[in-house]
Every structure is written in structure tokens, then in C-alpha cells.
């Protein structure tokens, strides 16, 4: 069964698919793929909302989708491992419902 989890986006490193504020519906116990948006945990204990780009050797790499925002994804902090993701975003619930969009 998979877990449920409710997350706020914070930042505007996901612009334009999804903004400060958006909440957000996880699903856990499911494997990414290229494209998904992911919960994930970098080592350094930091959760963030990113794209899944491809793997990498034993990893996820995870990028922004605004880059212009800043680094903090795979591009300044690595790869993550499957353990490392928390989750796949589902819905956004609030204040926009509707399905986020995967990209390939």
C-alpha cells in the first residue's frame, strides 16, 4: 500500500510547473522515472522538489525546473539514492488542483 504524504512548495526553483505556497500530494513506494517531479533528500538532510532527469550510476539526478533560481539540485549536490526518494508528486491539491506534469 502506498504511503500519503501533503507537501508545501517553497522557493521558486519549480517555476513554472509549480509555485511558492502549492501543495502538493506524494505518493511513496514508487519508483521514479525520467520526468517525474520527486520528494527527495540530498545527504546534507535537505528535502527539495525536484525533476527526475535520468540515472546516474546507482542514482537519481534531479534537476530544477527553473535553473535561473539557483543550484540546489544534482548539478551542485549530486546524485541522490533510491532510498534518498521520499516520494512521487501525484496532485497539486491547493491552490490549483490538478496533475503535475511529467516531461520526457
Known amino acids: 500500500m502506498p504511503t500519503l504524504r501533503m507537501v508545501r ?4 526553483s519549480m517555476l513554472p510547473a509549480l ?4 501543495r502538493l500530494l506524494v505518493l511513496g513506494r514508487r519508483g521514479p522515472r ?10 546534507d538532510g535537505t528535502a527539495v522538489v525536484k525533476r527526475v532527469a535520468e ?3 546507482s542514482g537519481w539526478w534531479l534537476l530544477s525546473d527553473n535553473a535561473a ?3 540546489a539540485d544534482s548539478r ?12 512521487v508528486v ?7 488542483p490538478g ?4 516531461r520526457v
Request: charged content about 35%.
Open 9 to 12: 512548495v517553497r522557493g521558486r
Open 19 to 22: 509555485r511558492p505556497g502549492d
Open 34 to 43: 525520467p520526468g517525474d517531479v520527486v520528494v527527495a533528500r540530498f545527504p
Open 55 to 57: 540515472r546516474r550510476g
Open 69 to 71: 533560481e539557483g543550484l
Open 76 to 87: 551542485a549536490r549530486g546524485a541522490v539514492g533510491d532510498d534518498a526518494v521520499l516520494g
Open 90 to 96: 501525484a496532485w497539486r491539491i491547493w491552490p490549483r
Open 99 to 102: 496533475r503535475v506534469a511529467r
